[in-house]
């Protein structure tokens, strides 16, 4: 059965850190596109960054955002720094393959002082 479950929002003020992870069980992240999306709310779900053999950013969290990957662990992170009010969103783990696509539930991260 194939489970992605993030992890690691929550609350931080602006200006701080957060690392998401993303747990992945029934198949083999080096295997598959995995990437992370974010949704604010009343707004579109817009990609924030995405690896397989490179990596690649989104405009709204580039250079603040790097995306990796546990071979190991079969989990993939995200750690986002120098966090804004306007990164409060929930965020999500997708898993893509030529034949199949998996969402996580998500996770809550929000911004405030």
């Known amino acids: 059965q194939v489970q992605l479950v993030e992890s690691g929002g929550g609350l931080v003020q602006p200006g701080g850190s957060l690392r998401l992870s993303c747990a992945a069980s029934?198949?083999?992240?080096?295997?598959?596109?995995m990437s992370w999306y974010r949704q604010a709310p009343g707004k579109e779900r817009e990609l924030v960054a995405s690896m397989r053999g490179i990596t690649s950013y989104g405009d709204s969290m580039k250079g603040r955002v790097t995306i990796s990957r546990d071979n190991g662990k079969n989990t993939v992170c995200l750690q986002m720094d120098s966090l804004k009010s306007e990164d409060t969103a929930v965020y999500y783990c997708?898993?893509?393959?030529?034949?199949?696509?998996?969402w996580g539930q998500g996770t809550q991260v929000t911004v405030s002082s």
């Open positions: 029934g198949f083999t992240v080096s295997t598959y596109v």
């Open positions: 997708k898993a893509r393959s030529t034949r199949n696509e998996y």
